[in-house]
């Protein structure tokens, strides 16, 4: 199952895993664990088991079906590197995404050291961007990791972004996206840790992408930084067998 995503920095999700538990405090108000709940009730069979962690090997093949090349969110309700998805199936996540060198594919983890415990056995497509969320300082290990691996573009979500990040070691970093936490009991976000970010990434050429301001009503808060969007990504550039990252902005 795909679906065209609300989310910012992507075009669609596909979900071949389900669940999670909460591994640092950006995972107090997830918004995946409410979301499951909710389609659970409204009958969702996918979702029969809420927020446990839970494998989907019929929904494997969709990319195959997209005849068109899509940005693709990989795992947005799960996690693929939980330590509940077995190494078989992560491997057989890649090798979809490896095959389908049309889509670019975004997975993004804030488990990295299992990745880096599996990095020699995976292979990395080029159309693979490989990410790590950050919420805070206390976090910060999980750049050092994703550094280690052998993905060819690098990237940060630093969302929900829950205190300042001074002095981020962007070296080797492709991309770095920015958030604030929405919904409810959502915590604020300081304009001064999101333009300390930001300039960093000038200073260094990442591309920076601000999602949101977030809070209970996010479309209020909108993303508006400085008096514009910030909408910097790296580019796909495709052929028939490799999509290659660099990097331009899109920014209005």
């Not at 446990?52 to 969110?73: C, G, Y």
């Not at 994703?146 to 990237?155: N, P, S, W």
């Not at 920015?178 to 591309?207: H, L, T, Y």
């Not at 601000?210 to 508006?224: A, D, E, I, P, Y």
Request: aromatic share 12%.
């Amino acid at each position: 199952m795909t679906a065209k995503s609300s989310i910012e920095w992507t075009e669609v999700t596909w979900n071949p895993v389900t669940g999670c538990t909460k591994v640092s405090h950006g995972c107090k108000n997830c918004y995946a664990e409410r979301m499951s709940h909710r389609l659970k009730a409204m009958g969702v069979k996918k979702y029969r088991n809420a927020f446990s962690v839970t494998l989907h090997e019929s929904v494997l093949e969709d990319p195959t079906k997209w005849s068109k090349p899509r940005l693709v969110f990989v795992n947005s309700m799960s996690d693929l590197f939980h330590e509940s998805v077995p190494e078989w199936f992560i491997e057989a996540v890649f090798e979809v995404m490896n095959r389908e060198s049309q889509h670019t594919f975004q997975v993004l983890t804030k488990r990295p050291a299992r990745a880096v415990q599996m990095n020699e056995e995976i292979f990395w497509p080029p159309n693979v961007w490989f990410g790590v969320s950050i919420e805070s300082e206390r976090w910060i290990k999980r750049l050092h990791l994703l550094k280690e691996l052998g993905a060819h573009t690098k990237f940060l979500s630093l969302e929900p972004l829950l205190g300042p990040l001074p002095g981020l070691q962007l070296q080797g970093i492709d991309w770095v996206i920015v958030g604030g936490e929405s919904g409810p009991k959502a915590r604020p976000m300081k304009v001064e840790w999101v333009r300390e970010i930001r300039d960093n990434c000038i200073k260094n050429e990442v591309p920076f992408f601000f999602k949101q301001w977030g809070g209970v009503f996010k479309k209020r808060t909108g993303r508006l930084l400085d008096h514009r969007t910030w909408d910097e990504m790296p580019q796909r550039l495709h052929n028939r067998n490799w999509t290659i990252a660099t990097w331009c902005f899109y920014s209005n």
